[in-house]
């Protein structure tokens, strides 16, 4: 697999942990923002291949920071990872112009997590940084 530069929005520092150490035993650079709002500083520096992002967390949601990524980065794949999703969420995440490849439900199996990162490969654009 080609090496992606993953931007990791997590808020939970163990299981932000797992998946670094995961995702970078597997070739790929991993970047980690402890909520929505470093995530969407990160991203006006630097440029990422794939957004892996949580949904709860706190100063900026994780629907929250893929509606204002998508503003600048509107064909940055996403990734959202979560342990409880609203049917008013689930909406919003799937009335986007551009949902998101894959909604894992945490916990979530590894294999379940490369696969969608799998899919980055066909995505036809980059996020470019600001």
């Known amino acids: 697999m080609n090496t992606l530069r993953v931007l990791v929005a997590e808020d939970e520092p163990l299981a ?4 670094e150490d ?3 035993s597997e070739g790929h650079a991993v970047t980690l923002a402890p909520d929505g709002a470093a995530a969407l500083a990160l ?6 291949d794939v957004l892996l992002t949580d949904l709860a967390m ?6 929250e920071l893929i509606q204002r990524l998508r503003l600048t980065h509107p064909d940055l ?3 959202v990872m979560t342990g409880f999703l ?3 969420e689930a909406l919003q995440l799937r009335n986007q112009a551009r949902p998101p490849l894959a909604l ?4 979530f199996q590894i294999d379940s997590l490369l696969d969608a990162l799998a899919l980055v490969k066909t995505q ?6 600001g």
């Open 43 to 48: 991203t006006a520096h630097h440029a990422f």
């Open 104 to 107: 894992l439900h945490k916990p």
């Open 124 to 129: 036809p654009a980059a996020c470019a940084a």
């Open 16 to 19: 932000a942990m797992v998946i």
């Open 86 to 88: 609203s049917p008013g």
């Open 22 to 24: 995961v995702l970078s």
């Open 58 to 63: 706190p100063r900026l949601s994780g629907l």
């Open 77 to 79: 794949p996403v990734v």
